[in-house]
């Protein structure tokens, strides 16, 4: 008995309802990852990835270019690596078992003669596997940590108490740069740039726009930290942001709008406080 009221059993679950989700392996990771290939009947599926060293991040970046094969196996890796999760299997020692299993007709193989290759970014094994394709930034916690290598559980400490620009392009220049304008329900938020010379890029809030030009900037940094990781010059980085869907906090690129040009970076910052 608890204040006053008898306990009670937990009331059944109801049919139909909505139930937690299924624990399984992180799928992103701000680590170096280990990967392997995927065939099938010769071709390429995608690559199947391990975090370096985190033991609980691992997935499978299937290859467009093999259209409905690859999401067909791309589905049989999910399945298999969520059973080698529930068997409490680590990420690298999952996919390793996976080593010259014979091939499925439908996920394809790993070939017993592969080798093991290591890429410095997940970022950089999407853009491996998919040449120029977006890839998505992921969420703001990996490998339990911020951004800024805050842990996401404080008893682990708190890490740096300021804001941390995460590894990305130089974010000035005195070279001429490219720009386009961000975007939400048809208000500038600011411009993502790029210098056409050097590795410089970044996201320049509108002042008019005030604090939600502010706000904006934190995904389109992202985007950009994900980009340099990948190892994308810094021109291509930006012109790829071109057409990314509008954001309700951040904004998007319209695939129409047209690239900006200005002397430098002076002039732009004229206009963002126009």
């Known amino acids: 008995m608890s204040d006053g009221f008898p306990d009670l059993p937990q009331a059944p679950p109801i049919d139909g309802g909505l139930r937690p989700p299924k624990a399984g392996y992180e799928r992103f990771t701000r680590q170096a990852v280990l990967y392997l290939p995927v065939v099938r009947r010769g071709e390429l599926l995608g690559h199947l990835w391990a975090a370096e060293s985190n033991a609980k991040a691992a997935g499978f970046v299937r290859r467009t270019a093999a259209q ?51 890429a410095v970014s997940l970022g950089a094994l999407h853009e491996l596997t998919n040449p120029g394709a977006p890839v998505s930034p992921g969420p703001l916690v990996q490998d339990g940590l911020y951004p800024d290598g805050t842990p996401e559980d404080r008893s ?28 939400r329900g048809g208000t500038v938020l600011g411009y993502v740039w790029a210098a056409l010379s050097e590795q410089a890029a970044a996201y320049l809030r509108r002042a ?58 002076d002039e732009l910052d004229r206009l ?3």
Do not use: N
């Open 156 to 183: 682990q400490g708190w890490g740096p108490l300021v804001s941390v620009r995460p590894p990305s392009y130089a974010a000035r220049t005195a070279a001429p740069v490219l720009f386009y304008p961000v975007t």
């Open 68 to 118: 409905a094969a690859g999401a067909e196996g791309a589905a049989v890796w999910g399945r298999r690596l969520d059973e080698s999760h529930d068997r409490g299997l680590p990420a690298l020692e999952a996919i390793r078992g996976w080593v010259g299993a014979a091939e499925d007709p439908v996920g394809g193989a790993i070939p017993a003669d592969a080798r093991e290759f290591r």
């Open 272 to 274: 963002a406080r126009a």
């Open 208 to 265: 008019a726009a005030g604090r939600d030009g502010e706000i904006a900037g934190g995904l389109w940094e992202a985007r950009l930290a994900h980009a340099f990781g990948a190892g994308v010059p810094a021109a291509d980085a930006v012109r790829r942001l071109r057409g990314t869907p509008e954001d309700p906090l951040a904004g998007g690129v319209a695939a129409d709008a047209q690239e900006g040009r200005a002397a430098g970076l």
